[in-house]
């Protein structure tokens, strides 16, 4: 069993430790969270790589692989992630649990030193990034942003959500966009950076066997260096309850063989601040957020209607996407037998088996987060943006209580807000 605990180590600045001797290896990340703005997405997205690149003690790549190598092959990736409309920019690291250390060495102390120095104590030229650094991953930033559009299931929910979200935090992409990347300089990303490390509320984690006293000296100690800020922002999520009296409905063409449909539900203010939310991710979950789903099960196995049919649910927003790849023709047809599905569940016309299959997944899901480290971390930082301390063994009991009745009841609150279809150019 593993225990939880969260101390703040500075103004603004959070350890959650997870005591447990689960694992071989400890997990340990640290995350800056801002607000999520078109603005300042794409230099915030940049920082982590740009500092992965080197140190002042370790300038290059090679000096830094030496480094992790003495942690017994540890590793380090810079993560840019987006929870509701906070965009959480950082490192995750992966290194050996002490427990497991040949000579009975303390690896935790020099792991946490070199997160530190990561973030801290970047290599610099003339007072800022080196150019060289900052030219080539603001390169492989914008070659990532353009090789969205290659997968086009994702490009399609992505654009059902700008779409959706043009007026919102929401809309904005956690990687920016093209064209604000593309102006970055070193100057430039050298002063948003300073900016990140003043305001942005820090959120560290760590799963392992050491002691959270332990953990929490050793980050001190890491993190010492962090500017001194009483007043770090907290994230925040702007939730908008009802959709307009009629579904915006956006078409893009493009050289396609599979035409994608998704569909954008606003829950009505159900969220995951609010009591009832179980019963919305049930309700998500029977809607086709499994492969029990009415939209699995009816519009792609009996009907035929769909490639693939899904939904997502976004817990701080409170939005519902539903995904799905059709033939061109099948727009309309598909469009309503998905309403149809939707309907059904409004209705409370929910088979035994398709609440019990939603409810053991959900909670089999939930239960599986404490078996990978990086899940759990997912999981904790996901909570921490969104102010909560519910754990994943909660959350699964609060599962265990939601009726038929409260899955309708969440379903009647969907509103369709917005249609997005990417169909093949006409010959």
Known sequence: MSNVTRRELFPGVWLRAVHTNKFKSSYLSVTLLAPLDRETAGANALVPYVLRRGTAAHPDLESLSA????LYGGAVEPVTRKKGETQCVGFAASFLDDAYALKGEKILEPAAALLGEL??????????FRQDYTEGERQNLIDRIR????????????????????????????????ESVAAITSESLWQRYQQLLQDARVEVYFCGSADPDRVEEALRAALAGLPVNEDRVDPACD?????????????EEM???????????RSGGQTCWEEDYPALAMCNAVLGGTTLSKLFMNVREKLSLCYYASSMLEKMKGLVLVSSGIEFDKYQTARDEILAQLEAIRRGDIEDWELEGARRTLISGYLTTLDEQGRQEEFWLGQSAAGLEESPEEFAARLEAVTREQVARAAQKLE???????KGKEG
């Open 119 to 128: 973030l801290l104590q970047p290599c610099t030229q003339d007072g800022r």
């Open 255 to 265: 050289d396609v063989s599979q035409g994608k449909l998704a569909l954008g539900f």
């Open 67 to 70: 480094a992790l190598d003495e």
């Open 239 to 251: 939730v908008r309850v009802s959709a307009g009296p009629e579904p915006i409905v956006v078409v």
């Open 416 to 422: 369709l807000d917005t249609v997005y279809f990417l």
């Open 147 to 178: 090789a969205q559009i290659n997968d086009k299931r994702t490009y399609a929910t992505q654009k059902l959500v700008r779409e959706m979200c043009k007026y919102e935090a929401f809309g904005v992409d956690k990687l920016g966009d093209e």
